[in-house]
């Protein structure tokens, strides 16, 4: 288009002023004028055919279907202009032809010419053409209504109205072309999108599609407001002449205009429905991400709701911890409606997204019903509770005022005073006394016990079975009244004899009844148990005394117990704080970038080297052992049961331990720095951090004094046996916590300490070794002066260390060990009594090649290692009879030999040394009859270079002869047995640990 408007302006001006404004044929065929053109034949073809498209595109489908009538002009022309025009119309033309009329020229001679050539050259033209002299002939053919006055005709033509309107539409057209694919593309780009995961990038893409929506729009409206100024224009001659007649070409024109308009409204219609459903689609997902963000902040708060709720306890054990777990409860509860609400209310906007047709709606709904579950479960789990804890509290209260009522009854007997009784009076002023308490029992007794049970069957765990023990109290304080008031009786009945009044101390008060010391059931029920000897003393008349002071020492002792019960609890609270102080007021500290410029360089990522393991300290007594040591507030010597319970987890304290030293060596280095300083002022502290990293050792050493105490007071009550048991743990603890930090000591040992399996005992003794003859038949003899070693007895070996003394401050000043030497447990004999001192005993390997004369600092100790070193081998004995019973019997002969100590009468002594020699045999494991010596023959000694000021041989030496490499028997001769041995087969021997056994021979495969 834009090349025929700019070939029209320029060069064919002229032709384009002839062409048809819009003139039809007789039968409708559109008309096309070309008018006098000299130059013609000049055009480029390319030009000639743009025009030619473009003139016979403008008519409709219809009328261009009919056929084109062409009109040439060429009366002021030549022959051969006619014949180059009309050939070059026949092969560029692209539409159909009807007629192409000629007005020939006008001369006489190419008149002639053309008459004449015409004829000849017909058939090269491959058309209809018909040769006119004059216009009136070709009025002939169209109406002259139909052509303008150029050619005789009648219509009015303006050419500058023909090029604008064509102009216009032309660019028209073009736009709505560009709009039509711009929205498009837009639409595609929409529907291509993928909807985003969160809601700030839903919002971003809502504005970002809004805005080129918007721009969308206005570039629509401009197109319409185009096409209507366009149509306006078209219509102008019928606005200034409502009897105008449009020409074909101008009909044309509107139609065009009008089918490009509707086009635009339908693409607005289209396009607005279609952003409709996006929009819509994208605030849906917006709502959506809301929805599913909101899910995930409440669905953890419900969890965590949940999860502490489910850390109260149901059962309670005694109404002072009842009632503070239903404060506890009752606080969680307000805590726990807020985050309830908030799921309840999503859990309705969820409904109200599905309710208006939620593209995502089958994954709201599951959210829905899940908060909702939660929420239930949460709401019912919390009514369970409260409801179990306010029958637990009125179960206590029960108990409690039954027990109260039995506590003032036995008081009431014990305060009578004897000297009023004696009299008939006074035994009838006490029996009306007895009387009177006796009838208030119905208002504060437990009726039934059956029934009670049932009652408060839900809340009957293992501490409210206490009341089975307020019943059997209720009894003996019944029968004690019972008793009571058969001995008034008789006093009221008969004169007693006068004696000597002793008058009650007023300072004797009844133990049970003081608010801030309840007492435990068990002490309870030994108060009852008390009240009968006391009544049997009573009847005695001239026992007061006694009774007074046996009252008293109970008093007293129970007392202590609960002294000691609430030091236990001030001490573990307080303890608590201190740690939650460190974590809070130092750790947490190190992490705060306020305080990073404060932190020296030594002390940068080292939080966990400064403080250990301490945060999971202060877990497990906060969370566990805090609230469970409350719950035996009012029975501290059942207080056993909960160390022993907790026993395991008390162990956290040996890695503590074992961490200390490289804490204490980083405190050093930075105890002065700015940053402990500042902390040390925030939290007002008086003492520095050190004093506060030392707590969890001074704790856990604290409790086993505390477990003592308990222990004296507790004789006789029912937890003695789990006081006494924990006692003994808490030991055991704190010997691994011991045994830990000199283990870490080690030095120079290459394996990993941690396969020798677990350490049993560790200690310094005096070593001296002896060695059988080398290969060069040179005997060494034994030092004289012993080596100083400590020994770690593991279960898989002994390991020998020289220990070296540090210099410096603190923990720095802890010993540390020098690795020398190491004896694998399975490879180990021993005797008991070496000669010359009851303190030392022998460890040997490899038939006796090296042996380690150990002696201990005491008999006690020497005995307690003997004794552990026996037990590990007693353990390799039943270990190896379990492989045994699937296995020839020669293994467990050979291991047997293991445990045989020598045992030779002195006197034949060194004649037996010459003969006798004992070798630990095993099978081989590639065939059960193979005989050889089981363990490594390598020499394993100790250094003998250190602390050499001479060797000497004053004391013969143990060993005998070396023998031959090759398989050795078992020499004849008496051996003590230092394990049982139970008999696997008829053909073996039983024997216990001290039998002493004589060997006659070794037999075949080994046997004895």
């Not at 260390?801 to 923990?811: I, T």
Request: charged fraction near 25%; aromatic fraction near 8%.
């Amino acid at each position: 288009i834009k090349t025929i408007l700019r070939f029209s302006f320029c060069s064919f001006a002229s032709l384009l002023t002839s062409m048809s404004p819009g003139g039809r044929g007789m039968n409708g065929n559109p008309i096309i004028i070309f008018p006098e053109f000299p130059d013609f034949s000049e055009l480029e073809e390319e030009e000639v055919q743009n025009v030619l498209s473009y003139l016979s595109s403008i008519p409709s489908v219809a009328a261009s279907g009919v056929g084109f009538n062409l009109v040439i002009d060429r009366r002021l022309d030549r022959w051969a202009a006619v014949r180059a025009t009309l050939l070059r119309i026949a092969g560029s033309f692209p539409g159909n032809l009807h007629l192409v009329l000629v007005l020939r020229p006008t001369t006489l001679l190419q008149r002639t010419l053309s008459d004449f050539l015409f004829k000849y050259n017909r058939d090269e033209f491959k058309m209809k053409v018909v040769m006119l002299s004059s216009v009136t002939e070709l009025h002939a053919y169209i109406d002259p209504g139909q052509l303008t006055t150029e050619l005789g005709g009648t219509q009015e033509y303006c050419h500058d109205s023909w090029i604008s309107h064509r102009t216009a539409i032309e660019a028209f057209a073009l736009m709505v072309k560009t709009t039509a694919q711009t929205l498009q593309a837009f639409g595609t780009e929409l529907a291509e999108t993928e909807l985003p995961n969160d809601a700030e990038a839903t919002i971003n893409l809502l504005h970002t599609h809004t805005l080129k929506k918007d721009q969308m729009k206005e570039d629509l409206q401009v197109a319409l407001s185009q096409g209507g100024r366009l149509l306006e224009c078209i219509n102008e001659p019928l606005q200034t002449d409502p009897e105008y007649s449009m020409t074909y070409d101008e009909l044309e024109n509107l139609a065009t205009v009008q089918r490009l308009l509707g086009q635009l409204d339908e693409t607005q219609t289209a396009f607005d429905d279609f952003w409709e459903r996006h929009c819509t689609k994208l605030e849906q997902c917006l709502q959506l991400r809301h929805f599913e963000k909101h899910f995930r902040e409440v669905r953890p708060q419900l969890d965590v709701t949940s999860e502490r709720l489910s850390g109260f306890s149901e059962v309670s054990v005694s109404p002072a911890h009842a009632e503070h777990v239903l404060r506890e409860l009752s606080s969680h509860e307000d805590k726990a409606c807020d985050a309830l609400d908030r799921a309840l209310s999503l859990a309705s906007e969820g409904d109200r997204l599905i309710e208006n047709s939620h593209y995502a709606e089958d994954s709201i709904r599951p959210k829905c019903s899940e908060l909702r579950g939660v929420c239930e479960e949460i709401s019912s789990t919390l009514r369970n509770k409260k409801s179990l804890l306010l029958t637990a509290l009125e179960l206590h209260h029960a108990l409690e005022k039954a027990s109260r009522w039995c506590e003032d009854g036995i008081f009431l007997l014990a305060s009578q005073p004897v000297d009023r009784c004696q009299s008939q009076d006074g035994a009838e002023a006490a029996l009306q006394e007895l009387e009177r308490y006796l009838d208030t029992a119905p208002l504060h007794t437990l009726a039934d016990r059956s029934a009670i049970c049932c009652q408060y069957e839900a809340v009957l765990t293992t501490q409210l079975m206490v009341s089975r023990k307020v019943f059997q109290k209720q009894i003996s304080v019944q029968e004690m009244f019972e008793k009571r008031r058969i001995s008034l009786k008789k006093l009221a009945a008969k004169q007693t004899r006068p004696v000597q009044p002793v008058a009650p101390r007023p300072e004797v008060k009844s133990p049970l009844s003081s608010p801030s010391k309840p007492g435990s059931i068990d002490n309870l029920i030994y108060i009852s148990v008390l009240g009968s000897y006391l009544r049997e003393l009573w009847s005695e008349g001239d026992n007061i005394i006694a009774c007074r002071l046996l009252l008293t020492e109970f008093v007293s002792v129970f007392l202590r117990c609960s002294h000691v019960m609430n030091e236990l609890l001030e001490t573990e609270r307080a303890y608590v704080e201190e740690l939650l102080c460190v974590l809070e007021g130092y750790a947490a500290e190190m992490d705060n970038p306020a305080m990073a410029h404060l932190i020296p360089s030594t002390l940068l990522s080292k939080k966990v080297v400064l403080f250990g393991n301490m945060s999971e300290i202060y877990q497990f007594h906060k969370r566990t052992f805090l609230k469970e040591l409350e719950a035996y507030t009012d029975c501290p010597e059942l207080v056993g049961r909960c160390f022993l319970e907790r026993m395991k987890d008390l162990q956290i304290y040996e890695a503590y331990c074992q961490n200390k030293p490289r804490s204490e060596s980083l405190w050093r280095q930075c105890s002065d720095c700015a940053f402990f300083q500042e902390c040390q002022k925030k939290l007002e502290h008086k003492l520095g951090l050190d004093s506060y990293l030392l707590k969890p050792v001074q704790r856990i050493t604290k409790y086993q004094l505390l477990l003592k105490e308990l222990l004296k007071y507790s004789k006789g009550c029912d937890g003695c046996d789990d006081l006494q048991e924990a006692l003994s743990s808490i030991l055991g603890i704190l010997k691994a916590v011991n045994d830990s930090m000199h283990l870490i000591a080690i030095t120079g040992y290459e394996g990993n300490l941690s396969e020798l399996g677990r350490l049993l005992m560790q200690g310094s003794f005096s070593v001296w070794t002896e060695h059988k003859k080398g290969h060069a038949k040179v005997k060494d003899l034994a030092r004289f002066k012993p080596m100083q070693r400590h020994l770690f007895l593991h279960q898989k070996a002994l390991l020998f260390c020289k220990r070296r003394e540090e210099n410096g401050e603190g923990y720095e000043k802890a010993p540390s060990y020098s690795f020398k030497h190491s004896l694998s447990m399975s490879a180990v004999g021993f005797t008991e009594n070496a000669k010359g001192d009851n303190k030392k005993f022998e460890i040997w390997c490899n038939s006796r090649d090296e042996v380690f004369i150990v002696q201990a600092p005491t008999t006690e100790i020497k005995t307690a290692w003997v004794t552990e070193i026996r037990k590990v081998l007693t353990q390799q004995l039943k270990a190896c009879r379990g492989i045994v019973n699937t296995q020839s019997p020669t293994s467990f002969f050979a291991f047997l030999l293991l445990c045989l100590l020598h045992n030779i009468p002195k006197n034949q002594k060194k004649q037996e040394e010459k003969k006798a020699e004992m070798s630990m045999m095993s099978d081989s494991s590639s065939s059960p009859k193979h005989k050889g010596e089981c363990w490594n023959k390598a020499s394993l000694s100790v250094d003998a270079s250190e602390e050499n000021d001479g060797y000497s041989s004053s004391e013969d030496p143990i060993n005998s002869d070396a023998e031959d490499e090759g398989g050795r028997k078992l020499a004849p001769g008496k051996y003590t047995v230092v394990a049982d041995c139970e008999k696997a087969g008829p053909q073996e021997l039983s024997v216990k640990s001290g039998d002493m056994v004589q060997l006659i021979r070794e037999g075949e495969e080994g046997q004895w």
